[in-house]
């Protein structure tokens, strides 16, 4: 089991910086590709960024690619996901989530999710 905690949401203005954490707890945390998902209302859940266990590798949607930026810091169980030039597009709830097998954009290639965070972006 892996257990995830995101924080970091909040009210920004559009243009503005956000970072979110996702601190986790559990099983060998290097083990998981680690990602961050988002839902606005009455969408489907979309893929922002992956990372590889060691923090090599990453991929992001090409909505983001450019403008997020996706880390992790192995000493101290997180991922990070800072987001900057946000718009009002951006606004959802954000997502950390933890797999191992499977196409890093789908949600089924991942076993565990936070609760999720909320991220509200102001025209």
């Known amino acids: 089991q892996v257990q995830l905690v995101e924080s970091g949401g909040g009210l920004v203005q559009a243009g503005g910086s956000l970072t979110l954490s996702c601190a986790a707890s559990g099983q060998t945390f290097t083990n998981y590709r680690m990602a961050w998902f988002r839902q606005a209302p009455k969408q489907e859940r979309e893929f922002v960024a992956w990372i590889t266990g060691g923090g090599v590798g990453r991929h992001y949607a090409d909505s983001v690619k450019g403008r997020f930026t996706i880390s992790r810091d192995i000493a101290k169980n997180a991922v990070y996901l800072q987001m900057n030039t946000l718009n009002p597009e951006d606004t959802a709830v954000y997502y950390c989530?933890?797999?191992?097998?499977?196409?890093?954009?789908?949600?089924?290639?991942?076993?565990?999710w936070g609760q999720g965070t909320q991220v509200t972006v102001s025209s």
């Open positions: 989530a933890a797999g191992l097998l499977g196409d890093g954009t789908r949600s089924r290639a991942y076993e565990f």
